[in-house]
Structures are given as structure tokens and as C-alpha cells.
């Protein structure tokens, strides 16, 4: 292993992983570090030559798996992650390794020996069984989600929904009509399960429907802060990284 690919939107996630890198193998040359992806699809599309990419599997801009519906990535990936619900057994069958964070320098060097040993059959297998998942879960998306309330489950539909918002391990789903809903998901379950087209992530609190922005303010350091047509309990910053992403995503879905 010798030249190495970070995707990672945690700044001290990737300077720690870094670290333990060089001290594994100091003549490593980590070859770029990506925070998004956005920037992941616009980098990989040029060709890299690289022998394994470290990739989080939640980025500020949506899951990680929206840059292999993109582009096609021909190396290695080792997935780290700090959600040990997400789908653990998927992750572990279909790429090089998983590491939950936090992680330690011995679990790394285990990923690291586990990639030194496998032949080219076996990455190619690999690497076909995660273009196939990809595949599978962008079709697999749902219209109506179930929700608990009081004693009752009630179906609410996709075009009711205005946004979903997580605090403190909870996400709450909020409709166009302002009703709130516990939902039994996390974040990154449900941007596996939305459509894209007419759900965004905003960040790493709020998923939000495109029927749901009212205005777009431009806000300090490049960044954006969107109105809603319905009360947010915090505000919502698109991050400096992710304000094109954002606005092509809003032009398409209303062009559609």
C-alpha cells in the first residue's frame, strides 16, 4: 500500500486516520483527502491511480454510495463509519473491510493486512458485488413511511412531508401541514430510502423536501441558509461545499 485516497467530511477523523496511516506505514503518500461528494464524483472522474480508498459512508452532502451511481471507482474501499446500525452486514460483504469509529490503529493495520492479501479475482468479485448493491438500493425507495403515534401506526405520505430533523439521537418527521411524527430511523437509513430527486440533505440535521423550500438567502462564508415553508426548529446552512451540489439538485427537481 502505497498511495492512498481519504473521503471523509470530519476534519479530525481524517488527520486521525492520517496519522495512524504514516505510523503504520510511514512512506504512505495519501493522495487527496475529498470531503463531499460532490468533490469524490468530480475526482474520481479524472482517473486515479491509487491502491485503496478510506470512504465514510456519511457525508455532509448524503451517503457515500451516491459517487458510485456516478462514477465508476476501480480500487479498493475500506468504508468507515460511526453508525454501527447501517447496515453493518451489507457494508462488511461488499467492500474491502469496515472500520466503526472510533477506530483504533490495530483495527486499521487488521483492514490493511486483510488488503494485502486478497488476489485479483477476489477484488474484482468485490468490486462487482458493490456496483450491484448500488444498483439496488437506488431503486429501492419507498412512497409511504409508517409512523408511530400514541397507540396507533399511521401511514404518511412522501408528498406530505416537508422535513425530517435529528437531535440528540432522535428524528422527528415534519409534514407540509406542520404535524410531527417520531420516526424509528436514523438519517442515514432514510437517505438510503428516499428518493433523491425530491429529498436532499441538507446537513447533518435535516433531510428536506424540494416542496418544502420556500426562499434561499445567501449567508456568511459562501454558505446558504434556506426558509421553509414550515417552522424549523434550527436553522438550515448549506455548507460552502455543497452549494453547487444544492442548487443543481433544486434546478433539476423543478425542472422535472
Given at each position: 500500500m502505497k498511495r492512498v485516497v481519504i473521503v471523509e467530511d470530519e476534519t479530525a477523523a481524517a488527520v486521525n486516520l492520517r496519522n495512524m496511516l504514516k505510523s503504520i506505514a510511514p512512506d504512505v503518500d495519501i493522495v487527496e483527502v475529498l470531503e463531499s461528494v460532490e468533490e469524490s464524483v468530480e475526482f474520481f472522474s479524472r482517473g486515479v491511480d491509487a491502491d485503496v480508498v478510506f470512504m465514510d459512508i456519511h457525508l455532509a452532502d448524503g451517503d457515500s454510495f451516491r459517487i458510485f451511481r456516478s462514477v465508476d471507482i476501480n480500487i479498493p474501499i475500506i468504508f468507515t463509519t460511526a453508525y454501527?446500525?447501517?447496515?453493518?452486514?451489507?457494508f462488511k460483504v461488499n467492500s474491502i473491510d469496515y472500520l466503526l469509529k472510533p477506530f483504533?490503529?490495530?483495527?486499521?493495520?487488521?483492514?490493511l493486512d486483510k488488503l494485502h492479501r486478497l488476489t485479483a479475482s477476489e477484488r474484482s468479485a468485490q468490486?462487482?458485488?458493490?456496483?450491484?448493491?448500488?444498483?439496488?438500493?437506488?431503486?429501492?425507495?419507498?412512497?409511504?413511511?409508517?409512523?408511530?403515534?400514541k397507540d396507533k401506526i399511521i401511514p404518511v405520505k412522501l408528498d406530505e412531508i416537508a422535513y425530517f430533523y435529528t437531535s440528540e439521537d432522535?428524528?422527528?418527521?415534519?409534514?407540509?401541514?406542520?404535524?410531527?411524527?417520531?420516526?424509528?430511523?436514523?438519517?442515514?437509513?432514510?437517505?438510503?430510502?428516499?428518493?433523491?430527486?425530491?429529498?436532499?440533505?441538507?446537513?447533518?440535521?435535516f433531510i428536506i423536501s424540494r416542496d418544502a423550500v420556500r426562499?434561499?438567502?445567501?449567508?456568511?462564508?459562501?454558505?446558504?441558509?434556506?426558509?421553509?415553508t414550515v417552522e424549523t426548529p434550527e436553522r438550515i446552512i448549506i455548507s460552502k461545499a455543497r452549494v453547487s451540489d444544492f442548487k443543481?439538485?433544486?434546478?433539476t427537481v423543478h425542472l422535472t
Open positions: 454501527d446500525e447501517y447496515a453493518l452486514e451489507a483504533k490503529e490495530e483495527d486499521l493495520r487488521r483492514a468490486q462487482e458485488r458493490r456496483e450491484h448493491m448500488v444498483v439496488s438500493a437506488a431503486g429501492d425507495t419507498v412512497q409511504t413511511l409508517l409512523v408511530r403515534y432522535h428524528v422527528t418527521l415534519t409534514t407540509l401541514d406542520e404535524r410531527n411524527y417520531p420516526v424509528e430511523k436514523t438519517l442515514e437509513a432514510l437517505a438510503q430510502q428516499l428518493p433523491m430527486e425530491k429529498f436532499y440533505r441538507a446537513n447533518r440535521q426562499d434561499i438567502a445567501v449567508w456568511f462564508g459562501s454558505r446558504l441558509a434556506l426558509n421553509l443543481q439538485w433544486l434546478q
